[in-house]
């Protein structure tokens, strides 16, 4: 159902741009900036074209995916004009290696032999809090929920670590990474730590517990950077991709673990040379920050995480973002994850 309301929205939003764009070269005499903004909008109709075949080709291989996920989950949906501000469905993995007390909050909670040991750095207290949510309201979804509709979340009882890879970044990448993560972490509550870089590449499916590389902990999420040649989910005007890996005991039990984004540095690089261009190419690193954290998209542009990066959107949070960002802070500390 979400899919289809998602694909009404997307054809929706191509019928609307399409109009505007033949609206726009009705009047008689058009100045040369109305021409300009009708080359513009046409442009943008095309480009929604192209985007809308490739929303089509993606559809169809999430719904193949969707056959294993879990009913909890709900597959984030991508459509996305300009520079797209796309994301992976949150990668879930579950285990059947549980014992028979296995619920939490049980006495006796069974490991899975396959998950690493409980790490040294979590509290019994959360790191941080988030600040209160704002007045304002606007609209945020997120990328999972349990089935009482409450959002699956990172564990705030324990730090989020990440490492950068940093081949091919543009120039002040990693400050733009660092600040991206350092409003998340404000909006949240949620600590941050910077376990340095790697030469590990972004890929599709990506085990959240790789002993061999990261020691016997569950992965730190992996931001790198790439272009759409070695990596096609970049192709078109897709600047990004992001989202957390969750593990769980049960379907409706999961909580986000490890995760990965991959920035397109041809993409990004474009969006720094142009104006307002550092905090443009933040935001668009920011939004995978987003949602590495939970949240999903929304039709809204004054936040954050809408669908579209035009150069009219917003940069930074928005009430809505800030208002998901709140409960995303507030999760249940899961000391035996
Ligand atoms: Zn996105």
Redesign the pocket.
């Known amino acids: 159902m979400g899919d289809e309301m998602a694909d009404d929205d997307f054809d929706e939003a191509v019928r609307r741009m399409l109009e505007q764009a033949e609206h726009a070269d009705a009047p008689a005499e058009p100045s040369a900036e109305e021409r300009a903004r009708a080359a513009r909008q046409a442009d943008l109709a095309r480009r929604l074209e192209e985007q809308a075949e490739f929303e089509r080709q993606l559809a169809h291989r999430d719904r193949k995916h969707e056959r294993t996920a879990s009913r909890g989950s709900r597959r984030a949906r991508?459509i996305a004009p300009l520079i797209v501000?796309?994301?992976i469905g949150a990668a879930i993995w579950f285990t059947t290696d549980r014992g028979q007390d296995a619920i939490a909050g049980g006495p006796e909670i069974a490991r899975p032999s396959n998950w690493p040991p409980v790490a040294e750095d979590v509290s019994t207290t959360p790191l941080g809090a988030p600040p209160p949510a704002p007045q304002a309201t606007g609209p945020y979804e997120f990328i999972a929920t349990h089935d009482d509709d409450s959002p699956v979340t990172w564990d705030p009882c324990r730090p989020i670590h990440y490492v950068v890879n940093p081949a091919g970044q543009p120039e002040g990448g990693q400050e733009l990474i660092e600040a991206a993560i350092a409003k998340a972490s404000a909006a949240t509550g949620l600590q941050f730590v910077a376990d340095g870089t790697t030469d590990e590449t972004w890929e599709k499916q990506r085990d959240p517990y790789l002993p061999d590389r990261y020691g016997e902990r569950w992965a730190p999420v992996l931001i790198s950077w790439s272009t759409e040649q070695e990596t096609p989910p970049l192709g078109g005007y897709v600047a990004g991709l992001g989202g957390p890996a969750s593990v769980g005991l049960s379907e409706d039990d999961v909580t986000n673990v490890s995760g990965d984004i991959v920035l397109d540095a041809t993409d990004i690089s474009a969006v720094l040379e142009g104006p307002g261009g550092a905090a443009a190419a933040q935001g668009i690193i920011q939004?995978?920050v987003g949602?590495l954290v939970g949240l999903d998209?929304v039709a809204d542009p004054a936040q954050l995480?809408n669908?579209e990066g035009s150069p009219t959107s917003a940069t930074d949070w928005g009430a809505g973002d800030l208002r998901g960002l709140h409960e995303l802070g507030s999760g249940t500390c899961r000391p035996d994850i």
């Open positions: 991508w501000l796309a994301m939004h995978e949602h998209h995480m669908t």
